[in-house]
């Protein structure tokens, strides 16, 4: 496994030095799972124009060179993005949004997202073994298993396994009474619970 950490939180120029660097290492990385850990989501939780500028230094580059599994923050909620291929198929790479602040987020409930989490705080557990690499979500407060993704390689294809389907988000929200943000955002939690058959 090798790690990719870069620093998202800066201005245009030193985002792009770290492109150049970040491009570098992918192309002579010989590892066999590849992860990047930054703070700014590449596809944000709260808005679909949130970090465009770290999406477009980034993203093709960790989508090219077939990095496994992008670890992000700052968003203060929990939310798991698998894209698909075009058969359909759940494909690398897996991105995490997760936190551990007592401050949390809105979120907007996006495409593409298949799981959020928007009272609580989480923690990631990263395991591999032989052809498999888990990343393990884990309810901060409780120590309860949150989510779980398994990336299995065969023959160099990578096959996702959402083994954190069946676990219930965790969407729990009341709003004040009389505030109309927070009944906007009621609307929003039963919209997406609706959609999903909740």
């Avoid at 700052?74 to 993005?81: T, W």
């Avoid at 120590?143 to 389907?165: F, H, N, P, T, W």
Wanted: proline share 3%.
């Amino acid at each position: 496994m090798q790690l990719f950490c870069l620093d998202s939180n800066r201005e245009f120029f030193y985002l792009w030095t770290q492109r150049k660097w970040l491009k570098e290492q992918l192309e002579k990385s010989t590892a066999r799972w590849k992860i990047v850990v930054l703070h700014h989501p590449l596809y944000s939780i709260k808005g679909k124009y949130n970090n465009l500028i770290q999406k477009s230094i980034f993203n093709s580059l960790i989508q090219e060179h077939q990095v496994d599994l992008v670890l992000q923050g700052h968003e203060h909620s929990y939310g798991r993005m698998t894209l698909h291929d075009k058969e359909g198929n759940p494909a690398t790479p897996l991105y995490t949004v997760s936190h551990c602040s007592p401050k949390i987020y809105r979120i907007y409930f996006g495409e593409g997202f298949d799981k959020f989490g928007i009272d609580g705080k989480y923690y990631q557990q990263i395991q591999v073994q032989g052809d498999t690499l888990t990343m393990n979500a884990f309810d901060a407060s409780t120590g309860s298993l949150y989510d779980c993704v398994k990336i299995v390689k065969d023959k160099g294809q990578a096959r996702l396994l959402d083994e954190g389907k069946d676990i219930p988000e965790n969407l729990n929200f009341t709003p004040a009474t009389g505030n109309k943000k927070d009944q906007e955002y009621m609307e929003r939690i039963n919209a997406y619970k609706q959609k999903k058959g909740r």
